[in-house]
C-alpha cells in the first residue's frame, strides 16, 4: 500500500470554507487600505541572502529557509570542506536565495531599488506569506500571512493618526471590540536616561514589554539580571505601573522626563497623535500604554499594539515608526511608519465570536438537478442568466439519483435547488426548493432570478 502524503510540518492545507473566512479577511484589509490611498505591491518568495542576512539579528538568520543553488550545487565545494561540516559555511556557499522571512526587509529593497520611480510620500500594502524555520508549535507556523502597510518618505505625524483609523476601521468592518495601545520609544528612551541606564534601553524594552506575560516580579528580575541596579528598577516601577486617562499619564510622565530632550519629545508626539484623534469619531478605544515596547529595536518613534476585548488571545495587530528603513542598503535618512494585521490571529478570534457574515463564506447559492440530456439543455440557459445576475450557481454534472444531487446540495449547504422535469418545461418554469425550510414554488426564469438576487 502506497504511504499516505503528508505536508511540511508548521504548514497547513486550506478547506474550502476556511479559504472563503480568510479572503474575507484579506478582501476586507485589502478594501480598507485602498479606502486610504494605499496601494499593493507584491516581492518574490525568494530574495537572494545578501538581502536577507544580516537584518534580522543573529537568531533570525537561523531561522531563514535558504534555497539550494540549481544544477551542480556540489561542483565547487572541496571534500575539506564537506568534511569539516560547517553547517553555516556549506550553506553559504551553497544557497544564493532565501525564501522571505518577514515584508518590511523585502519593502526595503524595493523602494531602493525602485526610488526613481515612487512618489513620496509612498503608500504601500502588501499581503503575501512569509517563512521562518522556527519549530512549529500552537499558533505557530513556519508559513504564514501578513498584511503590511507602510508609509515612507513623511515624517508627519498624521500617517500615525492614518494608521490608528485604518486599525479603528477594520476592526469596526469585522464587528471585533479592540483596544488600540500606543507607546513611543523616545518616551521608553527618556525613562532609560532618567533612571540613570542609558545605556540598557534594549534590556529595558525587552524586559518591561513582557509585563502582560511573565508580572512585574519576574520582569524585574530580568531587569537585575541584565545589570539594572535596585535604585534604577525602583525608579521605574511608579512609571510602568502609570495610571489614569491619557493626558493624565501625558502629564505625569512629562514632568518625569523634564530633563531629558528626547522623552519630552515623545511626549510631544504621543499627545499630537492622541489629541487628533479624539475628533475623528473613533469607535475603538485607544489608551496610552508605557508598558509598551514591541520588541523590533528598529522602531524610534510611535508605537502600536492591538488587543482584543472578547478573546483571550495575543496582539492582533501592531506596528511603529522608523527612522531608516532603507539605511541597511545604503540609502540613509528615509522615515517611515507602518502597522500589520495578524491575519491567523484575526482569523481566530472571528471563529471564536462567530462573526463571519453568511455571504462571505457561503459559496453556491442556487444548484440545478440534472434529470437527463434535455432537461439539463433547458436549464443552462437559466443557469447562465442566474450567474449574469451575479447569483453563484452550479448545474450538477452527472444523471445521478436525485438522492445523491440532494446530498450533495445539503452537504456543500446550498440554500437553493432548482427542478426542472417535463411539466416544468412544458410550462416554461421550474420548482425552486428552499433547502432550509422546505418550501417549493413554481417560477419563471425572471422570478427565480428575483427571489434569489433580493
Known amino acids: 500500500m502506497a504511504q499516505k502524503p503528508n505536508i511540511p510540518k508548521g504548514t497547513r492545507d486550506f478547506s474550502p470554507l476556511e479559504m472563503a473566512k480568510r479572503n474575507y479577511i484579506f478582501n476586507t484589509i485589502r478594501d480598507v487600505y485602498a479606502l486610504y490611498g494605499f496601494q499593493q505591491i507584491e516581492t518574490p518568495a525568494m530574495e537572494t541572502l545578501g538581502t536577507l542576512m544580516g537584518k534580522y539579528g543573529e537568531e533570525g538568520d537561523k531561522l531563514l529557509f535558504k534555497v539550494l543553488n ?26 544564493e536565495k532565501g525564501l522571505r522571512y518577514d515584508l518590511t ?8 531599488m525602485h526610488r526613481e520611480e515612487l512618489q513620496l510620500p509612498f503608500k504601500r500594502y502588501q ?8 519549530r512549529p508549535q500552537k499558533g505557530r507556523y513556519r508559513e504564514f500571512y501578513q498584511c503590511d502597510a507602510d508609509v515612507v518618505g513623511s515624517d508627519s505625524l498624521l500617517n500615525e493618526v492614518e494608521l490608528m ?15 488600540i495601545k500606543i507607546n513611543n520609544r523616545k518616551i521608553l528612551t527618556g525613562i532609560a536616561e532618567v533612571i540613570g541606564a542609558a545605556e540598557k534601553i534594549v534590556d529595558i524594552t525587552v524586559a518591561i514589554d513582557k509585563l502582560d506575560k511573565i508580572g512585574i516580579e519576574n520582569v524585574n528580575q530580568e531587569l537585575r539580571e541584565d545589570g539594572l541596579s535596585e535604585e534604577q528598577i525602583e525608579k521605574l516601577q511608579p512609571i510602568i505601573s502609570l495610571e489614569g486617562s491619557n493626558e493624565e499619564k501625558l502629564d505625569v510622565i512629562a514632568e518625569v522626563l523634564k530633563e531629558s530632550e528626547i522623552g519630552l519629545k515623545g511626549v510631544d508626539e504621543t499627545r499630537f497623535i492622541l489629541d487628533t484623534l479624539k475628533n475623528s469619531g473613533l469607535n475603538n478605544e485607544i489608551q496610552l500604554d508605557l508598558t509598551l515596547a ?10 502600536f499594539e492591538v488587543k482584543a476585548l472578547d478573546v483571550q488571545i495575543g496582539s492582533i495587530t501592531g506596528g511603529g515608526r522608523y527612522d531608516n528603513l532603507t ?11 507602518g502597522i500589520s494585521f495578524g491575519a491567523d490571529r484575526i482569523f481566530d478570534v472571528l471563529n471564536q465570536l462567530d462573526l463571519y457574515p453568511k455571504e462571505a463564506v457561503n459559496g453556491t447559492q442556487l444548484l440545478f438537478i440534472n434529470f437527463g440530456e434535455k ?6 440557459p437559466i443557469a447562465a442568466k442566474a450567474r449574469q445576475a451575479g447569483i453563484r450557481t452550479e448545474v450538477f454534472p452527472d444523471g445521478a439519483k436525485m438522492k445523491k444531487q440532494m446530498s450533495y446540495a445539503n452537504a456543500k449547504q446550498i440554500p437553493f435547488v432548482a427542478l426542472a422535469g417535463e411539466n416544468e418545461i412544458n410550462e416554461g418554469k421550474v420548482t425552486l426548493k428552499n433547502m432550509v425550510t422546505g418550501e417549493q414554488m413554481l417560477v419563471n426564469p425572471d422570478e427565480l432570478l428575483d427571489k434569489l438576487t433580493k
Open 294 to 303: 514591541r520588541g523590533l529595536n528598529y522602531y524610534t518613534g510611535a508605537i
Open 375 to 380: 432537461e439539463t439543455a433547458y436549464c443552462l
Open 165 to 179: 483609523q485604518i486599525v479603528d476601521t477594520v476592526f469596526t468592518r469585522f464587528g471585533v471590540r479592540v483596544q
Open 327 to 337: 539605511g541597511i542598503f545604503g540609502m540613509p535618512g528615509l522615515s517611515g511608519v
Open 105 to 112: 526587509v523585502p519593502f526595503a529593497r524595493y523602494v531602493v
Open 127 to 134: 499581503i503575501q506569506p512569509v517563512w521562518r524555520a522556527d
Open 70 to 95: 540549481s544544477g551542480d550545487y556540489l561542483n565547487k565545494i572541496d571534500d575539506k570542506e564537506l568534511l569539516e561540516r560547517n553547517s553555516l559555511h556549506l550553506a553559504a556557499r551553497l544557497c
